[in-house]
Nanobody, 119 residues
């Protein structure tokens, strides 16, 4: 049974930092591309970043590029999202997502972790 459990969300002030984690279980983590996706209040889903199998290739949405860093530890079955210099526009529910097994795409989602950026 695939499980993706996010943690690390919370409150941050503009310009601050947060680190999200996603613990994966129920599948061979190193065999799957992974992504972070977010949904801001009243808005649709926005893909944030993606990472390949060995973590050497990472891709980011323009809105977060240069501020967010995605990484993975295949030894610990864990995905990370380091969020720096956050703004109010980063306020959203952040989801960890797993690919379908062949390349990019999303087949499974976690329950999400809330990030709120406010003064």
């Amino acid at each position: 049974q695939v499980q993706l459990v996010e943690s690390g969300g919370g409150y941050a002030q503009p310009g601050g930092s947060l680190r999200l984690s996603c613990r994966a279980s129920g599948f061979t983590f190193s065999n799957y591309y992974m992504s972070w996706v977010r949904q801001a209040p009243g808005k649709g889903l926005e893909w944030v970043s993606g990472i390949n199998l060995d973590g050497q290739k990472k891709y980011y949405a323009g809105s977060v590029k240069g501020r967010f860093t995605m990484s993975r530890s295949n030894d610990h079955n864990t995905l990370y999202l380091q969020m720096n210099n956050v703004t109010a526009e980063d306020t959203a529910l952040y989801y960890c997502a797993r690919g379908p097994g062949t390349g990019w795409g999303i087949k499974y989602w976690g329950q999400g972790t809330q990030v709120t950026v406010s003064t």
